[in-house]
């Protein structure tokens, strides 16, 4: 019930194109959902976050689509840049002892080609 | 903007030796963390604290143990090195606050021979 399930585990996208990461989650008690991007040789970065009472949330090229009753949300980027190759974890949030413990999804790894 | 500094980018360790991996961050964050990241199991908590003096298991404590004697300071402590260790280390703080992302070190890559 903790667990959070991302796919793709690789994706492998044409520049321009748009990229789409998937996740799914079992708890509700989960209330803060971020996406976090990981460049090689550097710690995960906060891209975009998003609460369970709002539908979309837009931040430039990134949008997480949330879907409450399917208890699914996704990343899409559009109009994928070179740059945007990463690797992107979702997580979702919980509190618990005294902090909110993220349970983070297993990893996408992005190639965008020029 | 939040600054989490782990002391060591690489380290290369022995089998049954004693390691500390040292986290710093600067922003006064209540609570820190410590994950391990392997490939294809994304990152998974070793232990957390919410407190000074004050920790909890995560997921996958064995082998591990941890020290917050200071706010701003957090160490991850491999008793008796294993080679099953051998992994990326990530240091995270957050604010006690909702909706506050947590933020990453830029990670301990560790190999124990």
């Known amino acids: 019930q903790q667990q959070v399930k991302q796919s793709p585990q690789s994706l492998i996208v044409q520049k321009g194109g748009i990229s789409i990461i998937n996740c799914a989650y079992e708890n509700t008690a989960f209330d803060y959902f971020p996406w976090y991007q990981q460049f090689p040789g550097k710690g995960p970065a906060l891209l975009i976050a998003i609460r369970p009472d709002v539908s979309e949330k837009k931040e430039g090229r990134f949008t997480i689509s949330f879907n409450k009753s399917a208890k699914q949300f996704s990343l899409h980027i559009m109009d994928s840049q070179p740059g945007d190759s990463a690797t992107y974890f979702c997580?979702?949030?919980?509190?618990?002892?005294?902090?909110?413990?993220?349970?983070f999804g297993t990893g996408t790894r992005l190639k965008v080609l020029a | 903007d939040v600054k989490v500094t782990q002391s060591s980018r690489y380290l290369v360790k022995r089998t049954g030796e004693k390691v500390f991996l040292e986290c710093v961050q600067d922003?006064?964050?209540?609570?820190m963390f410590w994950y391990r990241q392997d490939p294809g199991l994304g990152l998974r908590l070793i232990y957390f604290s919410y407190d000074v003096k004050m920790k909890e298991k995560g997921d996958i404590p064995e082998g591990y143990s941890v020290s917050r004697e200071k706010k701003e300071r957090f160490s991850l402590i491999l008793e008796s090195a294993s080679t099953n260790q051998t992994s990326m280390y990530l240091c995270?703080?957050?604010?006690?606050?909702?909706?506050?992302?947590?933020?990453f070190g830029d990670g301990t890559r560790l190999s124990i021979l």
């Open positions: 997580a979702a949030s919980i509190r618990s002892s005294g902090t909110y413990k993220y349970i």
């Open positions: 995270a703080s957050i604010s006690y606050r909702a909706d506050q992302p947590q933020h």
């Open positions: 922003m006064d964050h209540e609570n």
